[in-house]
């Protein structure tokens, strides 16, 4: 039986794809984008995260001390409690101390401790995707599967493709397109729509940026446009690493030979949402100084890749 390790679900989406979508994000990525906003995405593994803000503190309740056998939990801040008028003490989480165990997080009373990922079979997911079926017939909706990096687990994504296409759903697939292409060709027949993200159009910045260079995804970019799938190509706008204008030539100029197959650009403005989630899982956020572009440079950027015959929007 088929399963996927999924560390979210997320039902009426509409930002992912056209009308009202469920949207399976699927752990595991080959990529380490220097912005990412989900860190929670790129193990392949199920991971211990802590929502400090939930937290009562060991004085009410102390649980998580005694279920941890490795001592990754101990005393930490001292903070004033506006629910209990006082002084409490929160938790501290070593996380290489950390072995998975999730004794934790069954201990712990008030949801602060959590597991990030969870193993689910298609048919599982296939439940919870039928819930809304009336939402994506009323909005020419449906399901994307996105991560992470969906092509990381491609037996589970190639099944559940297959399983939405039975049952006559959209189905869109979000991706680095970081893969070898027999994974891809085989994913091809059952998706609708391809989300490709084109973070930098030189390799070696590439490398520095997000870990891995771009031969393949450029590479499988010119083969999916060949293979007649509609393509929607995602490019993040992160200022000072990829906004320049070389680059975004390069990207206007090679979206323009992929032809037809590409029906719009979507350019991504970089943002913080994210930064707390490097908290949860006691990481470093590396551009926390770095501020995200002002609506006149998107707006520059959006003209600027338009005069490529491109569709654009500002996503």
């Given at each position: 039986?088929?399963?996927?390790?999924?560390?979210?679900?997320?039902?009426f989406?509409v930002?992912?794809?056209?009308?009202?979508?469920?949207?399976?994000?699927?752990?595991?990525?080959?990529?380490?984008?220097?912005?990412?906003?989900?860190?929670?995405?790129?193990?392949?593994e199920?991971?211990?995260g802590?929502?400090?803000?939930r937290?009562i503190g060991?004085?009410?309740?102390?649980?998580?001390?005694?279920?941890?056998?490795h001592?990754?939990?101990?005393e930490?801040?001292?903070?004033?409690?506006?629910?209990?008028?006082?002084?409490?003490?929160?938790?501290?989480?070593?996380?290489?101390?950390?072995?998975?165990?999730?004794?934790?997080?069954?201990?712990?009373?008030?949801?602060?401790?959590?597991?990030?990922?969870?193993?689910?079979?298609v048919?599982e997911?296939?439940?919870?995707?039928?819930?809304?079926?009336?939402?994506?017939?009323?909005?020419?909706?449906?399901?994307?599967?996105?991560?992470?990096?969906?092509?990381?687990?491609?037996?589970f994504?190639l099944?559940?493709?297959?399983?939405?296409?039975?049952?006559?759903?959209?189905?869109?697939?979000?991706?680095?397109?970081?893969?070898?292409w027999?994974?891809?060709?085989?994913?091809?027949?059952?998706?609708?729509?391809?989300?490709?993200?084109?973070?930098?159009?030189?390799?070696?910045?590439?490398?520095?940026l997000?870990?891995?260079?771009?031969?393949?995804?450029?590479?499988?970019?010119?083969?999916?446009a060949?293979s007649?799938?509609?393509?929607?190509?995602?490019?993040?706008?992160?200022?000072?690493?990829?906004?320049?204008?070389?680059?975004?030539?390069?990207?206007?100029?090679?979206?323009q030979?992929?032809?037809?197959?590409?029906?719009?650009?979507?350019?991504?403005?970089?943002?913080?949402?994210?930064?707390?989630?490097?908290?949860?899982?006691?990481?470093?956020?590396?551009?926390?100084?770095?501020?995200?572009?002002?609506?006149?440079r998107?707006?520059?950027?959006?003209?600027?890749?338009e005069?490529?015959?491109?569709?654009?929007?500002?996503?």
């Amino acid at each position: 039986m088929t399963t996927g390790k999924i560390y979210d679900i997320q039902r009426f989406t509409v930002n992912d794809g056209p009308g009202i979508r469920t949207e399976v994000f699927l752990k595991g990525c080959p990529l380490t984008c220097l912005w990412c906003h989900s860190p929670e995405s790129q193990a392949y593994e199920s991971q211990l995260g802590l929502y400090m803000m939930r937290c009562i503190g060991i004085e009410n309740c102390g649980k998580c001390l005694e279920a941890c056998t490795h001592k990754a939990i101990s005393e930490g801040e001292v903070v004033y409690s506006e629910v209990y008028k006082k002084d409490i003490t929160k938790i501290k989480v070593d996380f290489d101390k950390c072995h998975s165990c999730f004794d934790c997080v069954e201990a712990c009373r008030s949801k602060a401790l959590v597991v990030i990922g969870e193993d689910k079979t298609v048919e599982e997911t296939m439940v919870i995707i039928r819930k809304d079926s009336a939402y994506y017939k009323k909005s020419s909706g449906g399901v994307t599967i996105s991560g992470g990096e969906a092509l990381s687990q491609p037996k589970f994504t190639l099944e559940l493709l297959k399983a939405c296409k039975d049952e006559g759903l959209h189905t869109c697939l979000d991706t680095t397109g970081f893969a070898k292409w027999d994974t891809l060709e085989k994913m091809i027949p059952y998706v609708d729509l391809v989300l490709l993200d084109l973070k930098h159009m030189d390799s070696e910045s590439s490398k520095e940026l997000v870990g891995v260079p771009n031969e393949i995804i450029l590479e499988n970019a010119v083969k999916m446009a060949q293979s007649g799938v509609d393509i929607q190509i995602r490019v993040p706008i992160i200022p000072g690493h990829n906004d320049s204008m070389e680059n975004l030539e390069k990207t206007g100029l090679f979206c323009q030979q992929l032809g037809d197959a590409v029906s719009m650009v979507q350019i991504l403005p970089y943002h913080k949402l994210g930064t707390i989630k490097y908290e949860r899982l006691a990481k470093p956020y590396l551009l926390e100084d770095l501020e995200p572009p002002s609506e006149e440079r998107m707006e520059e950027i959006k003209a600027f890749l338009e005069g490529f015959g491109l569709k654009v929007k500002i996503h």
